[in-house]
Nanobody, 122 residues
Framework: QVQPVESGGGLVQEGGSLRLSCVAS????????VGWFRQVPGKEREFVAA????????FYGDSMRDRSTISRDKDQNTVELQLHRLKPEDTAVYYC???????????????WGQGTQVTVSS
């Protein structure tokens, strides 16, 4: 079982930016599509963005389509999510997970990790 580990969250003012990182032990991401999701307590987990392994095709959810950028390093072991022009409603715990298909936002493969908290103040 792969356990993704997220980091990079924090407190930021409205309009600010953050860079989130996701890694998995043993190079487990190297041949997998990886997606970012977010969740607010009491609400369903929401898809944010995903990226494929080889061609690095990307797919974005509606919530942050124009305010986020997903990428992965050349070794494919780290997947980053850059968040721009953040709004208070972006406050959530952000998670990453391997996916079967970046276009099937329910196709995650692993148990959810601890996530990383993003808090945007107004």
């Amino acid at each position: 079982q792969v356990q993704p580990v997220e980091s990079g969250g924090g407190l930021v003012q409205e309009g600010g930016s953050l860079r989130l990182s996701c890694v998995a032990s043993g190079g487990a991401f190297s041949s997998s599509s990886v997606g970012w999701f977010r969740q607010v307590p009491g609400k369903e987990r929401e898809f944010v963005a995903a990226i494929t392994a080889i061609k690095k095709n990307t797919f974005y959810g509606d919530s942050m389509r124009d305010r986020s950028t997903i990428s992965r390093d050349k070794d494919q072991n780290t997947v980053e999510l850059q968040l721009h022009r953040l709004k208070p409603e972006d406050t959530a715990v952000y998670y990453c997970n391997r996916m079967v298909s970046i276009y099937n936002t329910a196709s995650f493969l692993d148990e959810w990790g601890q996530g990383t908290q993003v808090t945007v103040s107004s």
